[in-house]
């Protein structure tokens, strides 16, 4: 029994089209509801690398494994003419460092664990629910970015206005391409913090390290932070309705205060073309996390993980799919064997 663990979770996503409305042109208003109810096997794992990243959304740090329901999202987009908008609320920020092939953090039909959703570096200066705005561009149809400043500070599930601990600054572009007329894409994004408790970074769910901090004085500084991630992906065979590719990803940070310093991942995918089911989708890949050995886990005899993971996502019906998982990892945490 203790070797097993169960998770159900929902997403409710809403959009109102000012200009489908009939109200004016160029707005946007979303909104999202998460919830979450089980207890998982994050911790059990013994892994840094969360193996079930649905399992972490919404990041509600006191409601861990708990049942929990939260808005995640209500934010308001404007366009002005087809290149610029501004947008403004509280942002989810689990869309940033999407791979069409790997997936993202707001992703459920691509891997489970963490590290190849995407670069764990980011966790230090990205909460998944907080208040801010930024800038969108779009100068060309094959070059789009943003601009971005939000709280650090996680507040799902919590009065926004009560958490501002923090700032982040945060740009991310997208520059796709063809090679020999096959679709690819590289993205590569900058986070840089202000003012962030060290100790709400050692305590995030979302890295589980947690356990092997029990009991330790962990010491409160707001020094700033930084992180850098880049993200490719390129498909060999086909396109996303119906083919195949490979994908990158890697992430680097300061090392102090951020506990992880770097990351890279990279792995197969795609959609049909085995056993002859074109609406099956599958992927398999590896990843790295470089825990840093300064301050933070000075002394805790903390080491790199590695890890790897395989599936293959069932059509049953267009609106039914069933999704086996399999991954082993040489968990970095000291006292944890392989999972």
Avoid: C, K
Wanted: proline residues 4%; negative net charge; aromatic residues 10%.
């Amino acid at each position: 029994e203790e070797d097993t663990g169960n998770t159900v979770s929902m997403n409710l996503n809403l959009e109102l089209d000012t200009s489908a409305a009939g109200l004016w042109r160029g707005g946007f208003f979303n909104f999202r509801l998460e919830g979450r109810a089980g207890r998982s096997v994050l911790q059990r794992a013994g892994s840094v690398s969360a193996v079930d990243n649905d399992a972490l959304f919404p990041n509600e740090v006191d409601q861990f494994d708990e049942e929990t329901v939260a808005i995640t999202e209500l934010t308001f987009t404007q366009y002005f003419g087809d290149h610029v908008a501004v947008y403004a609320g509280l942002l989810d920020t689990g869309e940033g460092d999407e791979n069409e092939i790997a997936g993202s953090a707001l992703s459920n039909a691509h891997f489970l664990n963490s590290a190849l959703l995407y670069s764990l570096v980011e966790d230090a200066t990205v909460p998944n629910v907080s208040l801010g705005g930024g800038v969108l561009f779009e100068p060309s149809e094959t070059l789009y970015g943003s601009f971005s400043v939000f709280g650090t500070q996680e507040t799902a599930g919590e009065d926004p206005f009560e958490h501002t601990q923090g700032t982040t600054f945060s740009t991310e572009w997208t520059l796709a391409h063809t090679v020999r007329s096959r679709s690819g894409a590289q993205t590569l994004g900058l986070l840089y913090g202000i003012d962030a408790s060290r100790v709400a970074i050692a305590t995030d769910p979302r890295r589980v390290l947690a356990a092997v901090l029990l009991g330790l004085s962990i010491p409160d500084t707001n020094d700033d932070t930084w992180a850098i991630y880049y993200n490719a992906h390129q498909y060999i065979h086909g396109d996303a309705e119906g083919g195949w590719g490979a994908f990158v990803r890697f992430g680097t940070s300061d090392g102090d205060p951020n506990p992880v310093e770097w990351t890279v991942a990279a792995g197969l995918g795609g959609v049909g073309g085995v056993l002859e089911r074109p609406n099956d989708s599958w992927g398999i890949g590896a990843f790295y996390v470089g825990l840093s050995d300064e301050d933070l886990l000075e002394g805790l005899n903390v080491e790199e993980e590695v890890g790897a993971e395989l599936f293959y996502n069932v059509a049953i019906t267009p609106w039914l799919h069933v999704t086996p998982d399999v991954q082993v990892i040489d968990s970095a945490l000291p006292r944890s064997d392989t999972v």
